[in-house]
């Protein structure tokens, strides 16, 4: 019985083997359709491993007129396409050899020769310029047929070149004269008119005037919004076609579909190629994640660019620019083999993509998604440093987790680990720009969501979580206290979210982390706008905690201050009261007398403690309590513990005494909270002040 279960096309770049062998394809006949259906000559530029093999091959069984291939997808069925056969020359240059202008010459005449016998063809023409031309007039003679050509990888022989030296660099150069001398032939009058689809895919596009100079009329689709996904998926497609594989990756593991989803998005969405705002998948690494079901770095591993990389250190190219910089579209295609723009040659070649557009003119640029920013940053790391990978690994992991836990201190530590592994000679001259990039490319390497912000005189970066932001900086120009100024400009739009600031001086002369500060930005409680309409229901909190606890106090503070932001939506209102606030305005007055006014005036008592009992002591708990039992406010007493990890020498009177609260309370019903972490504390304060709102505690 035969198998008709569809398969991921892994690896599969034949679309006549994708046919037979039952595999899915994302149909994009619709696209090509608007392409072939008239005549015309196309270039298109998309990175390596983007599909552009499988493209070209479905064109060569559309123009043959395999109609049975095509019966499942849009062009088949529309009755359009009027599928008949053409004489086709397809020339791939993933099979051509090129070390060297010779055997490129060669390569190609034989390439020429081949297509020529499969059709019955004699070619009497020594010069592969001249037996092209032949051959394509040859074809139209014994078809009675103009002729379709197609050109797979046509830049391979230049980019295999690149980055590895001057002499290698010369080969590309003599390759690229061979090639326009090739493409020459196109131009001729009688071959013009005897073709009817030309189309060429690269991975680069370099200038008209180096290799197309004379095919004036080749339609660039690299950058037209109307075709930018005509290669990779989009995000529609990934879930009309991939379903089943979804599905089925949340049954074997549990996750989610909707986790699944956005990690896929993180990982293989993110390529633009025009200044339309459609972005593709990576279709190489989606096929094999969903068969594997993680989400490794598989498009990188097989696209590794080992002459990019050489070409940005032999340039001496400054990557924290990349995120700042301009291009216009003219630049995508005047670069030449002699003057190279990396930041035009990483958005062609896929590791840049397409940030925003100004005026569809002014292009700015981002790496695309996780995989290919933290596979490149980590390659270009090495290249730079000569750094131990699976060392650095250990310690960048580290950094993030040190920073996303606010453990500044360890993560200086691991930061100053890093640096220590450099070798002296990979920085000889000490250069303070040589620090600073290498900063940037390990901060945005450990912190992978993270963004640039600044990068004169020091690099600027910031990451964010649900609940705040961090905004490092590092520089070996400016002290920490200098630097720690600059960062405090950097608060505009994040009032939503607390924000903590990291400042780092490098001394490039000890190569040591010499200054570091940190400081939390200070945000003041948000009140009832005057503006606000209708009345608005207000819950009173009386917070009191013991000295120890300060943090916890203040992130408490700013956790009602977010809250209030959405509360407000509602006509709702948490009006916080400090207990240490408020002790400073009692001026000898009883302590009495203060609960009586301010804590037995509120809805909610949280009391936090430690190792000490403060001002807060069991009588004052008591009062609280016999209120509440009385059915006076307070209505909610919410007694918070820190779990406390205490030696034997640091056991007071106070700890004894807490111990005796805690036991009190647990006995007397009310709700104890164990906490660990003021995260944990949070979480469980807004679990219960939700419950307080919504009406669902009695």
Known sequence: MQNTEIKLPINVSSFERLNK?????????ELVYKLVSTTGRYFLSRPRRFGKTLL?????????????????????????????????ILLDFNGTSHATPHQLQKSLGKALDRIAKNHEISLSE??????????ILALKNKYHSDVVILVDEYDKPIIDHLGAGDDRLDIAIKNRNILKSFYGTLKESNVDDALYFLFITGVSKFSHTSIFSELNNLTDLTMEKNYASLLGYTENEITDYFQKWITKWHIDTGLSE?????ALRKHYDGFRFSAAPQRVYNPISILHSLSHQDYRNYWFKTATPSFLINLLVDKNFYLPDIETQKLFEDDFTTYELESLDPLALMFQTGYLTIKNVTNDTAFTFDFPNIEVKQAFLRLLMNKYARLPDDKTKFDQYNIYDD????RYKIAIHHFQTIFDTIPYSEAPEQDARWFHRFFYILFRNACIESRTLDTKDKIVVRFETDHYIVITGFSCILTSKELMQCLRKNTASYDDKDIYFLS???DIKTRKITQWEQERQVTELLEIPK?????????????????????????ISLWISRKNKSLLKENRFLELVIWEELLHSLQGKRIQDYFNKEMLDCDIVIALFYTKAGAFT?????LAYDNLKAGKKPKFLFACFKEAKISTKDITEDYFEIIALRKKIQESGQLYISFDSTDSLILKLDSQINNVIKGNMT
Do not use: C
């Open 258 to 262: 909707s986790s699944i989803l956005e």
């Open 21 to 29: 062998s039952n595999m899915l394809y994302v149909d994009k006949t």
């Open 531 to 555: 503006n606000i309409i209708g009345p608005v229901a207000i819950t009173k909190i009386f917070l009191a905690s013991s000295s120890d606890l300060n943090e916890e106090r203040n992130e």
């Open 403 to 406: 920073l996303l836990h606010k």
């Open 618 to 622: 069991r009588e004052e708990f008591d």
């Open 126 to 135: 020594p010069e592969f310029k001249e037996k092209f031309s032949e051959l």
């Open 504 to 506: 780092i001086y490098f």
């Open 56 to 88: 070209i091959s479905l064109m060569k069984f559309l123009f043959m007129g395999k109609q049975a291939y095509f019966e499942n997808y849009w062009i088949g069925k529309n009755n359009r396409w009027v599928f008949k056969p053409f004489p086709i």
